[in-house]
């Protein structure tokens, strides 16, 4: 059965459940005797091994059956939730994260059975389950355990009494004769198992990867339709050891009992010893590492996630307006068949009014569909702020609001990595020790707010904690330090020019290097990706009661509302959401601040910027003396563009220059009008 078409929902879901198991682990955390949160725990684990079982994935499968069993005692009861079962729980979840990452690149779970891990979770099982028994009780209770087992053993060897043909005789004889290994095994499945013929299958497909099952009792087609109780039996000829076959049996999920052993024809003499035969399972040891490590090698190619969920009603939505798109294709058609006159004029313009309103409503419909909540990338946060609490020694919590505003797809992948920089650098510079809070009369647990809402055609993201701030004074001082800045420049900067110099490459103020920060890789990082989406980011602060990162982010980075403007012969787009006002300015109203352009309007002092001198447009023949002005903002900084002519507002669909076009950064991509030609989109953003 080839299972690989199932590959990609395999990685989806266990994404799913993987972010579901560290959020409720993380509430057990905060609420150890949260009986629901167990079973939803429970629940989560369950699937996930079911789900690598049937993929074939044994490591995996194994390590959530471990973590099931835990949470299986602590349900019924019979274990406790301590700090140090969580921490082994999120080392589980760390490692089957391992597993995936290895799965979505070479679609195999690697090599890795994190024994260790196995091991500290079986002990905290064992310490968990047997705390409430004294040590003589156990031991007579395992000596009798012991007996019953011995008693009870011939009646599960159930195989024994498999009766066979001649020619099942002869395969036996002949495997026999051949060195290969001949076993007799009972399979007991648990009694609270569905799907007892999915296990079975399981079974029987583990057992044929390595031998030939010549007799299986009930019969196949028997099992397949589950007529048999919680057991099965079956001989096996391989060329693997006993201790391997029941191995591979055992891995399948929700096996209870394995009874196998050499099997001898009833009345024969002659036996076999699987301790003669080590050279050739050595042997066969090796031609199986082989064939395993040969398919590995031809699947090395990563798996592409590149699925989105859409609600049904948008896609109901999308098929009503392209049913819509081909009646006015219908109606232009019919029009362009009509002879020329004045009524046939009228329906065209009609129907090119009507073919204009379908495409805006299905531009609008295709946005809604590439939407994705912003919930996607933060929901990994609470878990990283936890490990960063023990990690830094420093109490800490994360307050998250608006996880349900929306963000085009290529932003959501894209703005990950920024906000984990902004938020360890919240819990590492921002935040003070719980000694140093106290000693401030602050309360002991520092908080971190990630805030994100719709503000007009932007998301706005805030990053907020209530620690030291930002001690100007110390960056401006390890600016100087570092030869980024002279002294005198030190001096005469503000303190929104000193905590710009936070985003330059390869500045930071931590004095020791540690995995967490402090390598001045960070918030440059975080600058570049902000505003190489169309974006910008600011900062705030008040010193001894915290800072605050806004991010602000275009909804979308394919079609949007631009202002198309001349300068010279040339016409540029200016994007519309960083459009203030547009004012007619006097030549006689310029004044001149450090020798550079500004404007006084309505008590706010605006610098200009000529686009003409930044586009090395040729000079007017004469000066006006009046110049239109567009006024752009970025946060809450204003510059005004200079240009010569307005064209008026238009929707446009934004293309890439390429990398093959080095260009200032003042210009951020191109659009193709309708007209045919090509208009630069000026970045405001970078101008400000």
Known sequence: MDLSQYL?????????????????????????????????????????KGMAGTMGFKRMQRLTHDMENVFSEIRNGKMSVTPDL?????????????????????????????????????????????????????????????????????????????????FEKNAITEAKSQNKNVFGATVYIDENCILKAARAFLVFKGVEAVGEIIKSV????????????????????????????QKIIANVSEIKEVVIEDYEIPGDVEVVSSVQNKEEDKAAKKDEGKKKAAPAKTNSKPVANRSVRVDIDKLDVLMNLVSELIIAKNGLVSVSNQEGNNTSMQSFNEQIEYLERITTNLHESVMKVRMVPIESVVNRFPRMIRDLSKKLGKEMELIMTGEDTELDRTVIDEIGDPLMHMLRNSADHGLESTIDRLKLGKPQCGTVQLNAYQDGNNVTIEVIDDGAGIDVEKVKASAVKKGHI????ADMMSEKEAIDLLFRPAFSTAEKISDVSGRGVGLDVVKNKIEGLGGDVEVSTKLGEGTKFTIRLPLTLAIIQALMVEVRDEKYAIPLNSIVTIEDVMVSDIKYVQQKEVINLRGTVIPLV???QMLDCPEREEEPENLIVVIVKKGDRQTGLVIDNLL????????????????????????ILGDGEVALIIDSNSLV
Do not use: W
């Not at 080392?91 to 597993?99: G, M």
């Not at 002279?486 to 420049?489: I, L, N, P, R, S």
């Open 86 to 166: 969580v921490d082994v729980v999120f080392k589980c979840l760390d490692a089957i994260e391992e597993y995936l990452g290895c799965i979505v690149e070479t679609s195999d779970e690697g090599e890795n059975d994190n024994e260790d891990i196995i091991n500290t979770l079986n002990a905290c099982l064992e310490a968990g389950g047997q705390a409430a028994a004294p040590a003589k009780e156990k031991s007579a209770a395992k000596e009798e355990k012991a007996e019953a087992e011995t008693s009870a053993d011939d009646d599960k060897r159930k195989f024994l009494h498999i009766s066979i043909a001649d």
């Open 8 to 48: 990609e929902i395999f990685i989806d879901e266990t994404k799913e459940h993987l972010q579901t198991l560290n959020d409720q682990v993380l509430i057990l955390e905060a609420e150890p005797e949260n009986i629901d949160t167990v079973n939803e725990i429970f629940r989560a684990a369950h699937s996930l």
């Open 486 to 489: 002279t002294q005198e420049q």
């Open 648 to 671: 008026g507002q238009q929707e446009i669909v934004i293309k890439p220059l390429g990398k093959y076009i080095n260009i200032h950064r003042m210009i951020s991509g191109a659009t």
């Open 218 to 245: 009930p019969g196949v087609q028997d099992i397949e339709d589950e007529k048999f109780e919680f057991d099965f039996s079956m001989l096996i000829i391989t060329d693997k050891s006993l201790e391997e076959v």
């Open 610 to 612: 000529r686009l003409d």
